[in-house]
Each structure stands twice: as structure tokens, then as C-alpha cells.
């Protein structure tokens, strides 16, 4: 993720050649493929977890929680 932001971050960036790297798309497509996974594995388990809870109706804490409630 902080790759990801650094990319980003260039668009500041006066100098073209840092500016227009060709890379840039590629790297930060790799990026979001490598967050997603990681994210939907984080997602995967804790769906998991509170499948197997036995009180769905406890009190949300995270974002993760309250989203997997609305499902």
C-alpha cells in the first residue's frame, strides 16, 4: 500500500520523465491485485469466524463486522 500511495503521490511530480513512467500503470496494477488479495483472504476468514460465532447479534466493533452483519 505505501507503494501504491508513493505512485501517487508523483503525480506532484514536475519532472516528466518521473512523471510519465511507463511502469506506473503496470505497478500500479500489481499493487491493487496484491491489496485486493490480501484483503479478500482478510475477508474470507473473518466471514468464517463469524459464521462459526455463536452470537451474530453481539456488538459490532470493526468495519469488517459490520459489513459481514449486513450480509
Known sequence: MRDQI???????????????????????????????????AVLDKRYEEWKTSKSHNSQAKSVIDLALVII
Do not use: A, C, Q, V
Open 6 to 40: 508513493k505512485r501517487h503521490l508523483r503525480d506532484e511530480e514536475l519532472n516528466p520523465f518521473k512523471r510519465y513512467n511507463p511502469t506506473r500503470p503496470i505497478m500500479e496494477w500489481y499493487n491493487g491485485y496484491k491489496m485486493d488479495r490480501y484483503i479478500s
